[in-house]
């Protein structure tokens, strides 16, 4: 005769674990994307550089974050959650293309 409640405890964990395999699945990739932006703001933190523009453009990142705000909102997910993300990519991004301005970075992140 089997316990139940041991059964379904069993049962939970087992799923746990396959919930948690398919977020660090998400999470791995959530990483490479990253990666992949972040080659691309190195071209632009480049370009900017070598033509003497601004490492920031506050025109486009209010239009970024009207745009990711309704695409949050559109994927149920929090638009201010989202425009936290941004801005912390933002700051790292110029951080970067002023290093790159300056000439003392390598770019490693880049644009919007």
């Known amino acids: 005769?089997?316990?139940?409640?041991?059964?379904?405890?069993?049962?939970?964990?087992?799923?746990?674990?396959?919930i948690r395999s398919s977020i660090d699945?998400?999470?791995?990739a959530l990483i490479h994307l990253l990666a992949e932006r972040f080659k691309f703001t190195q071209q632009?933190?480049?370009?900017?550089?070598e033509h003497g523009l601004p490492p920031s453009d506050p025109d486009r990142e209010r239009?970024?974050?009207?745009?990711l705000r309704a695409?949050?909102?559109?994927?149920?997910?929090?638009?201010?959650?989202?425009e936290?993300?941004?801005?912390?990519?933002?700051?790292e991004v110029i951080q970067h293309?002023?290093?790159l301005a300056n000439g003392s970075g390598s770019g490693?992140?880049?644009?919007?």
């Open 1 to 18: 005769m089997t316990d139940g409640p041991f059964d379904e405890r069993d049962a939970a964990m087992s799923e746990l674990l396959g």
């Open 25 to 28: 699945n998400i999470d791995a």
């Open 44 to 49: 632009v933190g480049r370009l900017k550089a």
């Open 63 to 67: 239009r970024q974050i009207a745009r």
């Open 71 to 82: 695409l949050a909102i559109d994927a149920h997910l929090d638009p201010a959650f989202a």
């Open 84 to 91: 936290k993300w941004f801005n912390f990519v933002v700051a």
């Open 97 to 99: 293309h002023e290093e």
């Open 108 to 112: 490693a992140s880049g644009e919007l």
